[in-house]
């Protein structure tokens, strides 16, 4: 029996799995969890690096006081965000958050400076958010981050804890891949953009791919932890890559829906879709496993539902009793969940009634109606993207492989089924640490191609399957959505 460890980061809490592979399926253990807070200092928000790092180290050692030989270990995190380093390996200081306001307005700044919207596109088809790694850099570039300025190296999140971990520097290709700073025709960096940002590639280690070892434990962390010399695998380290290896696809004619703070929709392609379509309908080009592409739309997710949830009062402490009230309310007001008032507003209700009575439309009074407001918006924004999607793709799209903990909630799943009249397959809900753990068993000689690693996936975890109920009031909901413009 052989014990993997995936360390699966996500935008507000973090956790180890530890999983055993037989040569048939996947057994999953939650190994530890812990918060990852979001710290605001002097007006600016950053990540606890620092905090994330030790709370592997505790999982480490846990894993020693157990007596478990690992075979490897692998991390996957949220996109985009980034560490520095000096000469010394020394961490300069926090890395910003992807959720900080210093970059608001960076893209039309950049287009207006440095490339215009259309040759930006063309260079790295990614759809354009103000927190993407190019606006970033320039954001700090321009306000002079002293940081950045003595940066030996620049490591993506999941990249600068291997580093931590190994003394090894790398760049992972799928995370580099949610930078709009990578060339999808070369797989590398744009030489272009870094001129631009006055950087050089050898700060931004070395490009490999998933199933890369990037190097062993160093013997700090091992005197630390108490375990060996172990491998340290670049899994593909954007979540989203992650769990879309873990979708358990039986043929090609699927979309899939990455389902969490962040709705991720899109399909695989053998190639990069760049083109005037793609550029007006903003997706994005993302790497996937053995070559593929995901192409895909990042939109606003079950974020406005958290953010709510922390607002309600006398409400079920449950989740699943709080996702219920969905149905105790005829609320038939709607949100478009991309809208920038619901980025980072100081209350999710009041952006949620502000945005309602913008658009003429009654306000939301009891948690039911957000809830069932927010449910019934996600659903018809999935039918508006798969439609495009399927405009696109060069195959009819059947049926949607719903992924991560979203598909929990079988309330919002069968609504999604019932607006885009697809079958939902639902599962699985821990597909991130399903998919880290498969590269490590790839990676370590136990499966051979992404194909055999779906087939393991449908015998290790159970699905469930959503059928649709569409109905004309879909319809008419659908059509009141599509106009709604704050």
Not at 195 to 207: H, S
Request: with cysteine.
């Amino acid at each position: 029996m052989k014990y993997f460890l995936a360390v699966d980061l996500g935008a507000t809490s973090g956790r180890t799995v530890l999983s055993t592979f037989d040569g048939n399926r996947v057994e999953m253990q939650e190994w530890t969890r812990f918060c990852n807070p979001q710290i605001p200092i002097l007006g600016h928000i950053f990540w606890d690096l620092p905090h994330l790092y030790n709370e592997i180290l505790v999982a480490l050692r846990k894993v020693a006081d157990e007596g478990i030989e690992l075979t490897s270990l692998g991390i996957d995190t949220w996109g985009v965000d980034f560490a520095f380093f000096g000469k010394d390996g020394q961490l300069l200081g926090l890395p910003y958050c992807y959720r900080d306001s210093h970059t608001d307005g960076a893209v039309e700044r950049f287009f207006e400076q440095y490339m215009p919207a259309r040759e930006l596109y063309q260079r790295t088809g990614i759809q354009f958010m103000s927190f993407n790694s190019l606006f970033q850099l320039e954001t700090l570039c321009r306000n002079g981050c002293e940081a950045l300025d003595k940066a030996e190296k620049i490591l993506f999140i999941p990249d600068a804890l291997t580093y931590m971990l190994t003394g090894q520097s790398v760049c992972e290709q799928t995370i580099l891949s949610t930078s709009q700073m990578m060339n999808p025709e070369t797989g590398d960096i744009d030489e272009k953009l870094l001129g631009l940002l006055r950087l050089t590639r050898n700060k931004l280690g070395k490009l490999v791919q998933p199933g890369h070892q990037a190097g062993r434990l160093t013997e700090q962390v091992q005197t630390a932890t108490g375990v060996g010399s172990v491998p340290v695998i670049c899994v593909a380290g954007h979540d989203t890559a992650s769990a879309v290896a873990a979708v358990p696809a039986e043929d090609g004619e699927y979309a899939y829906l990455s389902c969490g703070t962040w709705s991720l929709l899109g399909i695989e392609s053998s190639h990069p879709i760049i083109n005037e379509e793609s550029f007006q309908y903003n997706f994005t080009n993302e790497g996937g496993l053995d070559g593929t592409t995901r192409f895909l739309k990042n939109i606003c997710g079950l974020w406005l539902f958290e953010n709510c949830r922390k607002e309600f009062k006398d409400v079920p402490a449950d989740v699943n009793e709080l996702n219920a009230l969905c149905h105790t309310s005829s609320f038939n007001g709607l949100i478009q969940p991309d809208d920038p008032m619901f980025a980072h507003p100081d209350s999710m209700t009041a952006a949620i009634r502000q945005f309602c009575r913008q658009t003429g439309q009654a306000e939301p009074q009891s948690p039911a109606d957000y809830v069932r407001c927010i449910f019934r918006s996600l659903a018809l924004r999935y039918r508006q993207i798969l439609e495009i999607l399927d405009e696109m793709a060069d195959f009819s799209i059947r049926k949607l492989h719903v992924i991560g903990g979203g598909s929990l909630n079988k309330h919002l799943m069968q609504w999604a089924a019932d607006a885009t009249n697809l079958p939902i397959i639902a599962g699985p809900a821990e597909g991130t640490a399903l998919g880290n753990t498969l590269v490590q068993v790839r990676a370590a000689g136990g499966v051979d191609t992404l194909t055999e690693m779906r087939r393991i996936v449908a015998r290790s975890v159970e699905l469930k399957t959503y059928m649709p109920n569409h109905t004309p009031d879909w319809d008419e909901a659908y059509e009141r959505f599509k106009s709604l413009n704050s």
